[in-house]
């Protein structure tokens, strides 16, 4: 079965939007990374008074049946939030070694 791992960033204020979005399409799980620093399109977050924010990162590998409704529900979200709230989605080929 052909398998995709999904790379999520989003502002650590919408994090639980994602996740409402894993439960509704059944992503078997996940992982995820809180506070995650750094400087995108949207400028700088470094959870400082100057640059203040965080990302999230969450790592899921899925079968292809989750994969179309997955995408577009966060692509659904991305267009209700809009960029300035800082969500980009990656999509890799994987598979199981172990």
């Known amino acids: 079965m052909r398998m995709k ?6 502002d650590a204020e ?27 399109a949207t400028g700088k977050k470094l959870g400082t008074r100057a640059f203040p924010g965080s990302s ?3 790592l899921a590998v899925i079968d292809e049946t989750c994969e179309q409704p997955l995408k577009e ?18 999509s890799l080929n994987t598979e199981e070694l172990i």
């Open 56 to 58: 999230t990162l969450y």
């Open 14 to 40: 919408n994090m639980s939007e994602v996740e409402r979005l894993f439960e509704e399409c059944d992503v078997p799980g996940y992982s995820e990374i809180p506070n995650v620093l750094g400087k995108g």
């Open 73 to 90: 529900r966060l692509r659904d979200l991305h267009d209700e939030e809009g960029p300035i709230e800082g969500i980009k989605v990656y």
């Open 5 to 10: 791992m999904i790379v999520v960033f989003v």
